[in-house]
Nanobody, 124 residues
């Protein structure tokens, strides 16, 4: 199992933007689902966004807390999924990780190849 590698985290002021990337050279992105998750200190990990690529179509899903501010996208040729985060809030501060499953509606336990994560810190 080849793990994903996340990059792009950092320190940003509230209202700012970041773009995270999730790459895995050994993974076939077609006909799969890639999810972004986050875990803040003292809190459980939660799903942020997910994108599935099936039959040449892509479908995306968002946590209500980020809908309208975050955008998930996929570049199959580069084996990379991106999470563009705009209008960041202090409550978005967390470690962001990505993982794969057969479908976006899978439970977290069905996601595999978790990366180490990338820290996002939003200052108020």
């Amino acid at each position: 199992e080849v793990q994903f590698v996340e990059n792009g985290g950092g320190l940003v002021q509230a209202g700012g933007s970041l773009r995270l990337s999730c790459a895995n050279s050994g993974f076939t992105f077609a006909d799969s689902a890639i999810g972004w998750f986050r875990q803040a200190p003292g809190k459980e990990r939660e799903g942020v966004a997910c994108i599935s690529s099936q039959d040449s179509n892509t479908y995306s899903y968002y946590n209500d807390a980020v809908k309208g501010r975050f955008t998930i996208s996929i570049d199959i040729a580069k084996n990379t999924v991106y999470l563009k985060m705009d209008s960041l809030k202090p409550e978005d501060t967390a470690v962001y990780s990505c993982a794969a499953a057969s479908k976006c509606l899978s439970g977290q336990g069905d996601f595999t190849s978790w990366g180490q994560g990338t820290q996002v810190t939003v200052l108020s």
